[in-house]
């Protein structure tokens, strides 16, 4: 893998956030602080391009998100002295399956997808109030094969990172000294407890990525990657309208 000239991309990031915040005349910046590796990578970005950067912590049923993600999200937060509130939204997320159970049987991956969309509902609920933007933390690899909530934490005002894979992530968080806690966990969404990326897709990251950055990998991992990458297509592309599929 080529090496990235991290201190220049840092500066080129930060740059970016700082432009478009001066574009939108929004007074600062939220994201998710889930304690995992995109969150502290875009949370270190936009702290250092706004003062004004709040990362939510948002629990919801796992006890992974109460225990390990919320420990890890306060040592980033703390270690670049990133604004930090706690929202719980166990409680909404319980109600809702009460509801949605007297109108259908609700699926597991129909279950998982809630928390994320709660999430986003909260971001902007905060970023409405007080005029902020909401910070995406997609990477290139999760966005390839679709690993991500649509209208979840696919959802975003802007994403300083969506052009990294992966391992570009960990490289960037390694140069900017990043909490060892988060730089050495297994990547999980923490959607459920035991939840960890790579047992959900079926292959390693490292595996993606080679696909990525050279146009191969083994053979397993390439068939389960191109058949998520085609089942996901509809997370990529524009809205489906009327109107744009008669021009």
């Given at each position: ?14 740059a ?11 007074k ?65 997320k ?46 290139r690899?999760?966005?390839y ?6 209208w ?36 999980s ?6 939840q ?11 595996d ?20 998520m ?6 997370k990529?592309v524009?809205?489906?309208t ?6």
């Amino acid at each position: 893998m080529e090496m990235r000239d991290y201190k220049q991309e840092y500066e080129n990031r930060v740059a970016f956030i700082r432009q478009l915040l001066a574009e939108s005349g929004a007074k600062g910046i939220v994201f998710g602080n889930s304690g995992g590796k995109d969150s502290a990578l875009v949370g270190i970005l936009c702290k250092a391009a706004c003062e004004n950067t709040v990362g939510v912590i948002m629990p919801c049923s796992s006890r992974r998100n109460y225990g390990l993600d919320a420990e890890d999200g306060r040592v980033l937060a703390e270690q670049y002295g990133i604004e930090t509130r706690v929202l719980d939204l166990t409680p909404i997320k319980e109600t809702m399956l009460k509801q949605l159970s007297a109108v259908t049987e609700v699926t597991h991956m129909a279950d998982v997808n809630i928390a994320p969309r709660l999430r986003m509902t909260a971001l902007y609920a905060v970023a409405a109030s007080e005029g902020l933007l909401v910070a995406g933390t997609g990477n290139r690899s999760e966005a390839y094969v679709g690993y991500y909530t649509k209208w979840g934490d696919g959802a975003h005002d802007f994403n300083p990172i969506s052009d990294l894979t992966v391992q570009e992530v960990y490289a960037f968080l390694r140069y900017l000294d990043a909490p060892a806690c988060i730089i050495e966990k297994a990547p999980s969404a923490g959607l459920y407890d035991g939840q960890t990326d790579e047992e959900d897709m079926g292959f390693r990251y490292a595996d993606l990525d080679e696909l990525l950055l050279t146009g191969r990998t083994n053979e397993k991992a390439a068939a389960i990657i191109e058949r998520m990458h085609r089942n996901s297509a509809h997370k990529r592309v524009p809205i489906r309208t009327y109107e744009n599929s008669i021009k």
